[in-house]
């Protein structure tokens, strides 16, 4: 396969992935959050600043984990030793997050969860690195 294919096919898949993560996790965090699904912007702010701590702790979780799923999955796919797929999805989800935080505004305490995503991307990778 061509090398420029894998590659970019490694970043998608790789987005993929952690997008999914996400989607999980904060999917499992409102069943946890007990309230219904929020249908106004307003009431969206309101679910997330009633959250109990361990939930907003999961949601954080969540982040970093996505990014090791994410950094994992690219790493397996382009079958190089090589971080740079990893490091990139890294750098989109802690976008992604800050986009996020910003826009639905959360606990001030949340903002940390910003910088989960891209060490743990490499730990994904590095994880994988282990496979081959």
């Excluded at 989109?92 to 910003?102: E, H, I």
């Excluded at 969860?113 to 743990?120: D, I, K």
Aim: proline content about 7%; glycine content about 10%.
């Amino acid at each position: 396969m061509n090398p420029n294919l894998r590659y970019a096919l490694a970043v998608i898949a790789g987005l993929s992935a952690g997008m999914l993560t996400v989607s999980g996790v904060d999917a499992l965090c409102g069943g946890l959050a007990g309230n219904p699904a929020p249908k106004t912007e307003a009431e969206m702010q309101l679910l997330l600043q009633s959250m109990p701590l361990y939930v907003q702790t999961l949601m954080m979780v969540g982040w970093g984990l996505a990014g090791a799923v994410a950094g994992f999955f690219s790493t397996w796919v382009n079958r190089k030793r090589a971080l740079n797929p990893a490091l990139i999805l890294g750098a989109l989800l802690m976008v992604a997050t800050a986009t996020n935080l910003y826009n639905l505004p959360h606990p001030t305490f949340m903002w940390v969860g910003v910088l989960f995503p891209v060490p743990f991307a490499r730990l994904g990778a590095q994880a994988a690195f282990r496979l081959f």
